[in-house]
């Protein structure tokens, strides 16, 4: 049985990185990430391991960021990945007061733009929109 919850601890969150091959940084700031976001929900097994997260980052302007839509490889492919993004968009909806208009944001994975255009998002550049950019910083 799968539950969605709104806690994830920072080595979870960690774990959950290192699994889908992302980088890792101190738990210090893992712990910043998870603590600041606007929105968290962590997918939790039967056994109450994580197995899935995502980060909603939102100052309630028109821009949001879609940010760590992570599920562990063994249990991609169940609708989990579309959940938790659907549970971010309603959660700007319902935050939102009437006549605004939020801008969401996201750095796709690569190879995993087909998974968001299916839920809306439009693949930079475009006719109106050059290519999304980045920059790590470190010191």
Known sequence: MIRYMDHITPEEYM???????????????????VENAYMLVCVRNEDEKAVGVVRLLWDGGYVAFLSDVIVDPDY??????????????????????????VKLNLNAAKGKEPFYEKLGFKIRPNEGAGAGMDQWLTI
Request: hydrophobic share 35%; net charge positive; glycine share 12%.
């Open 76 to 101: 991609q492919g169940q609708g989990i990945g579309r959940t938790l993004v659907e549970a971010v968009i309603q959660r700007i909806k319902d935050d939102m007061k009437p006549g605004y208009k």
């Open 15 to 33: 774990e959950l990185r290192r699994k889908v091959g992302w980088m890792e940084f101190p738990l210090e700031e893992a712990r910043n990430c």
